[in-house]
């Protein structure tokens, strides 16, 4: 903060320089544009899927603890006749 800035001083670019970006907003139009075209595949699949498995998070928990019962069952019994 000790120094000076000047803002009108001509930093002696023209187009001709190889430091000179003109077209710095183009990446915005291009990524713009990559963005929309990858999207549309997503965009094409139906907002629900009509043969989607429709049993619900309790049947699922159910049936874990029905195959985790049968599971310890089949071990202690496997346990005791040994």
């Known amino acids: 903060m000790g ?4 803002c009108v001083l001509d930093p ?4 001709r320089d190889p430091r000179w970006i003109g077209a710095w ?3 915005f139009v291009i990524c ?3 963005f ?3 999207s549309l595949p997503v ?3 139906p907002s629900k899927l009509t043969n989607a498995d429709r ?4 049947d699922k928990d159910k049936n874990i ?3 985790l019962k049968g599971i310890y069952g089949k071990v202690f019994a496997a346990r005791r006749s040994a």
């Open 3 to 6: 120094h000076p800035v000047r």
């Open 43 to 45: 965009l094409l699949f």
């Open 55 to 58: 049993s619900t998070t309790e």
């Open 65 to 67: 603890l029905t195959n």
């Open 25 to 27: 907003w183009l990446g």
């Open 32 to 34: 713009a544009v990559g």
């Open 36 to 38: 929309a075209v990858t």
């Open 12 to 15: 002696g670019l023209d187009k």
